[in-house]
T-cell receptor
């Protein structure tokens, strides 16, 4: 069983709408949690990073939240754009390794 | 901006061939990584290197080897390609803290083994 589980696997929304992607992890203890965006045919790019003590982090229309007690994180995308169509990957770092979720494939339709 | 480049975007090879995938980064990063990415499985670490000529096995090193002769270049070698090595291969680099620093990824190489 993967130590980082993401849901949903895929999501289709209309342009302009908001959406929330989920990440549950069992990795412990952890150093930080990142969300990456991966456009089709490209490598992942870091969106946000949160340490254990941070609850929320924003990057433009992207807002990540972290609940270290329940080991859950979410990525909220506001006013979606066509360019938000991509895979979003949750990554949890420990002292001695890094664990990747399988990603959520988001499609934004006009 | 950090730039990580990979030698090929697409490769088609035959079973049993020796395959070289090359990765170059231009930001003087200490650490370099090779991952494979398969649908539904996420990224899985094959090998990583924290210094020239140093390497450590990741989660799935079987069937692969690596070489880091220069700081900026990290090569992944498939000694005898097999069909189950058909995948997307991603190279990444990071500054110092191996697992705490942001990793910068290349565009990936999609390998098809026939």
């Amino acid at each position: 069983k993967n130590q980082v589980e993401q849901s949903p696997q895929s999501l289709i929304i209309l342009e302009g709408k908001n959406c929330t992607l989920q990440c549950n992890y069992t990795v412990s203890p952890f150093s930080n949690l990142r969300w990456y965006k991966q456009d089709t045919g490209r490598g992942p790019v870091s969106l946000t990073i949160m340490t254990f003590s941070e609850n929320t982090k924003s990057n433009g229309r992207y807002t990540a939240t972290l609940d270290a007690d329940t080991k859950q994180s979410s990525l909220h995308i506001t006013a979606s754009q066509l360019s938000d169509s991509a895979s979003y990957i949750c990554v949890v770092s420990r002292y001695n390794d890094m664990r990747f979720g399988a990603g959520t494939r988001l499609t934004v339709k006009p | 901006d950090v730039k990580v480049t990979q030698s090929s975007r697409y490769l088609v090879k035959r079973t049993g061939e020796k395959v070289f995938l090359e990765c170059v980064q231009d930001m003087d990063h200490e650490n370099m990584f090779w991952y494979r990415q398969d649908p539904g499985l996420g990224l899985r670490l094959i090998y990583f290197s924290y210094d020239v000529k140093m390497k450590e096995k990741g989660d799935i090193p079987e069937g692969y080897s690596v070489s880091r002769e220069k700081k900026e270049r990290f090569s992944l070698i498939l000694e005898s390609a097999s069909t189950n090595q058909t995948s997307m291969y991603l190279c990444a680099s990071s500054l110092q803290g191996r697992w705490q620093e942001t990793q910068y990824f290349g565009p990936g190489t999609r390998l098809l083994v026939l």
